[in-house]
Nanobody, 113 residues
Framework: VQFVESGGGLVHPGESLRLSCTVS????????MGWYRQVPGKQRTLVAF???????KYIDAVAGRFTISRDNVENTVYLQMNNLKSEDTAVYYC????????WGQGTQVTVSS
């Protein structure tokens, strides 16, 4: 399974970033696509996921600021992140089919003044 993640970077508080992740060479059916994040010394945690049907789930910390979407034809998932805060700083990982599924290599998001 191949992942191409992009969109991370360094921004100031209040600014926006858009992450994207395209998955290829996968033989399994893709049910959910999502984003997790991890900071050094802590566990990787869910940020948001979206089912093939379009149903979405967000953690409380990002609800109202982040929007997850997907293109089922291109096997691509996006995460629009608005009004970023310093506590959003982490490595963001693309995921397919939950924690027991497949993972991207991660992209760094740093929010700092």
């Amino acid at each position: 399974v191949q992942f191409v993640e992009s969109g991370g970077g360094l921004v100031h508080p209040g600014e926006s970033l858009r992450l994207s992740c395209t998955v290829s060479e996968i033989t399994d059916s893709i049910y959910t696509m999502g984003w997790y994040r991890q900071v050094p010394g802590k566990q990787r945690t869910l940020v948001a996921f979206i089912r093939h049907s379009g149903d979405r789930k967000y953690i409380d910390a990002v609800a109202g600021r982040f929007t997850i979407s997907r293109d089922n034809v291109e096997n691509t998932v996006y995460l629009q992140m608005n009004n970023l805060k310093s506590e959003d700083t982490a490595v963001y990982y693309c995921n397919v089919n939950g924690p027991a599924g497949y993972w991207g290599q991660g992209t760094q998001v740093t929010v700092s003044s």
